[in-house]
């Protein structure tokens, strides 16, 4: 099976760079808190953000994989206190974008609204990512968008109900052909 350092590092390649907190994950480590902390609304607010991002079709969604609490873990154990405090300003942040586009909270938009707000964001961190100088920190939803890949994909659920998956695979085959439509494989 597949163990979680080896499936963030996977993640991690897919989305082309690194994965903000990795290192510390990785390492186990417990890096200094601004003295954060996420309450039940946090965790159901950054649920609803990732099942945005990846919601549930013919498998399960992120919020299925409980990707608001594997948020609040990174961002507090593994996130340094600025990354702390841009993702928890980011929270903020993104409830106002909706308040601003569709005259009311993210919790209180619609399935479309949220869609087309997070595809906004999204164009808005690109752009960011794009101009930024490389000691200049990553976006907050870049932050909150590579949290839910990698919660996600990480995640039981994710590797074994998204992705195909075998617990013990049989001989080593290093090409096999991949049909449109086919889950990948997750790998052990």
């Known amino acids: 099976m597949m163990n ?17 907190g990795a290192e ?11 003295g954060i902390s996420f309450s039940a609304a946090d965790i159901s ?11 549930a079709t013919n498998t399960p969604g992120a919020k299925e994989a409980k990707v608001g609490e594997f948020m609040k873990v990174m961002v507090t154990d593994c996130y340094e206190a600025k ?10 942040k993104l409830d106002e974008a909706s308040t601003k586009a569709n005259g009311k909270s993210f919790m209180d938009s619609d399935a ?7 595809v906004t964001l999204d164009k808005e961190a690109k752009a960011h990512q794009a101009a930024k100088k490389p000691e200049e920190p ?9 949290l839910t890949l990698t919660g996600f994909f990480t995640s039981e659920v994710g590797a ?3 992705l195909r998956y075998v617990a013990v695979p049989g001989k080593f085959e290093g090409s096999v052909p991949y049909t449109k439509g086919e889950k990948a494989w997750a790998t052990s």
């Open 138 to 146: 990553k976006h907050y939803f870049t932050m909150m968008k590579e």
């Open 4 to 20: 979680r350092r080896e499936a963030l590092s996977r993640v991690a390649i897919i989305m082309g760079g690194t994965v903000l």
């Open 45 to 55: 607010f950054l649920d609803e953000v990732a099942e945005t991002i990846l919601p």
């Open 112 to 118: 479309k609204q949220r869609h087309d707000l997070l």
């Open 160 to 162: 074994t109900k998204a």
């Open 24 to 34: 510390a994950f990785l390492s186990g480590c417990k890096t200094a808190s601004t």
């Open 83 to 92: 990354d702390q405090t841009i993702f928890m300003d980011g929270m903020k």
